[in-house]
């Protein structure tokens, strides 16, 4: 049973990627997703009173606990098959520096990655994963 949420933008390639990097590495199913720009995820951004400049970060949300930035990426690698729990020891960085480094990519992801016109469509077997 899933017990954790991760928002990330729906028309970012990369973002795209990292969704399904975690569900391919995810055999216990622990997150569902929602795209920050769906229904789902706008409601989940009123419901937890996220500001709306969080847009640029993956964001996890498990157990009432609401992550950003490398904060999110390091607690969704915990939960990951095979060697990523092991990146969770980047926690002893201290976040601004952790954060400096994941907001210069962020910033760059559209003109790296590229974009889509439309957001993920998720295959059939991972379909009941996303949030509507």
């Given at each position: 049973m899933s017990t954790a949420i991760v928002l990330?933008?729906?028309?970012?390639?990369?973002?795209?990627?990292t969704v399904q990097f975690i569900l391919k590495r995810d055999p216990r199913s622990h997150f569902q997703f929602a795209s920050i720009q769906s229904p789902a995820g706008q409601r989940l951004?009123?419901?937890y009173d996220l500001p709306l400049h969080l847009v640029e970060s993956v964001i996890l949300i498990e157990q009432d606990q609401v992550y950003w930035r490398s904060d999110a990426a390091?607690?969704?690698?915990?939960?990951?098959?095979?060697?990523?729990?092991?990146?969770?020891m980047l926690l002893i960085v201290p976040r601004p520096?952790?954060?400096?480094?994941?907001?210069?990519?962020?910033h760059r992801r559209y003109r790296w990655f590229g974009t889509a016109k439309?957001?993920?469509?998720?295959?059939s077997n991972f379909r009941k994963r996303f949030l509507e």
């Open positions: 990330f933008d729906g028309i970012c390639n990369l973002c795209t990627w951004l009123h419901d390091l607690h969704i690698a915990r939960h990951l098959s095979g060697y990523w729990p092991l990146l969770r520096i952790r954060d400096t480094v994941y907001n210069w990519i962020a439309t957001c993920l469509v998720p295959s």
